[in-house]
């Protein structure tokens, strides 16, 4: 990706909403403590997530190509997440995006990877909203210290 390419600023601009999850996640640990913070913070990417997944409910039950296409290659062919695509059979697709920009802010801001941990439990709960609303199963793998990568999906038909 070159500096100002269309690739290279829309991945700048993922960077700027993981900044912006964590100053909201401070701000709101600090009035409120972690649990409330957490539960906020989910609440809210939970919300978002039924937006980005109601346009994906053409796919359902089972066009996984299509969901490989419309999910994990989304927004921009795969430049920004680099999606490692595991598995694409006619049940199910399974997926490790390789770069997160929303990962990598809070890894440029200085955070431990216990906070980045948590930062990620609470921007999943955006997958949970995104697969519900499009009408699919899903079963996630967050990144943890030493995994390559980001976070592991697997997507499958609704039961």
């Known amino acids: 990706m070159t500096r100002n390419s269309p690739s290279s600023q829309l991945y ?4 700027e ?3 912006a999850y964590l100053v909201v996640f401070r ?5 409120y403590g972690e649990a409330e913070a957490m539960s906020v ?3 809210a ?5 039924r937006m980005i997944g109601k346009p994906l409910a053409v796919y359902a039950p089972r066009d996984f190509a299509g969901m490989a296409e419309g999910y994990a290659k989304a927004p921009d062919g795969g430049a920004t997440f680099s999606p490692d695509i595991r598995q694409l059979t006619d049940t199910c697709l399974e997926v490790r995006m390789m770069t997160c920009p929303i990962k990598d802010s809070w890894t440029e801001a200085g955070c431990s990877d216990e ?13 949970e909203g995104t697969f519900d609303a499009a009408g699919f199963d899903y079963e996630i793998e967050l990144w943890s210290p030493g995994k390559q990568g980001c976070c592991l999906t697997k997507i499958t038909e609704k039961s």
């Open 45 to 49: 990417s939970y919300e978002h997530g």
């Open 41 to 43: 913070m989910r609440a």
């Open 17 to 19: 909403r993981g900044r």
């Open 12 to 15: 700048d601009a993922i960077k």
């Open 115 to 127: 906070e980045i941990c948590t930062l990620l439990h609470c921007a999943s709960a955006l997958d």
């Open 27 to 31: 701000e709101l640990v600090k009035r």
